[in-house]
């Protein structure tokens, strides 16, 4: 059964930095998105970033971001060990929630954060992992 385990959340001051790990059982394969979410209290989820094989079977090169994650997160991963990180620098306030790491199962056209990161669009989720930014 697939699933999805995220960690290394925690407290951070602002312009900080954090790592979160997820444990994506069935990546890369199994999958044609891989995404970040957020959920901050009383919002709905946000996509952060994702990377994509889009219908083929080799993950394109660069992750998409949502605007206000550019230039300062990444999305890495290690295949040898069905790892996804998504690495967080200058942390801000505002990026204060509960992440989630998420995959979907089928292809997705055109390749846009719009349509890559539509959080309905994804079938396999993990826990989350708390992310607090003190200001």
């Known amino acids: 059964q697939a699933h999805f385990v995220e960690s290394g959340g925690g407290l951070v001051q602002s312009g900080g930095s954090l790592r979160l790990s997820c444990a994506a059982s069935?990546?890369?394969?199994?999958?044609?998105?891989i995404g970040w979410f957020r959920r901050a209290p009383g919002k709905e989820y946000e996509g952060v970033g994702c990377?994509?094989?889009?219908?083929?079977?080799?993950?394109?090169?660069?992750?998409y971001f949502a605007d206000s994650a550019k230039g300062r997160f990444n999305i890495s991963t290690d295949r040898a060990k069905n790892m996804v990180y998504l690495l967080m620098n200058d942390l801000k306030p505002e990026d204060t929630g509960v992440y989630y790491c998420?995959?979907?199962?089928?292809?997705?056209?055109?390749?846009?954060?719009?349509?890559?990161?539509?959080?309905?669009?994804?079938?396999?989720w993990g826990q989350g992992t708390q992310v607090t930014v003190s200001s």
């Open positions: 990377i994509s094989r889009g219908d083929g079977s080799t993950y394109l090169p660069d992750p």
């Open positions: 998420a995959g979907n199962a089928h292809p997705v056209l055109p390749a846009t954060f719009q349509t890559l990161c539509a959080w309905n669009r994804f079938d396999t």
């Open positions: 069935g990546f890369p394969y199994d999958y044609y998105t």
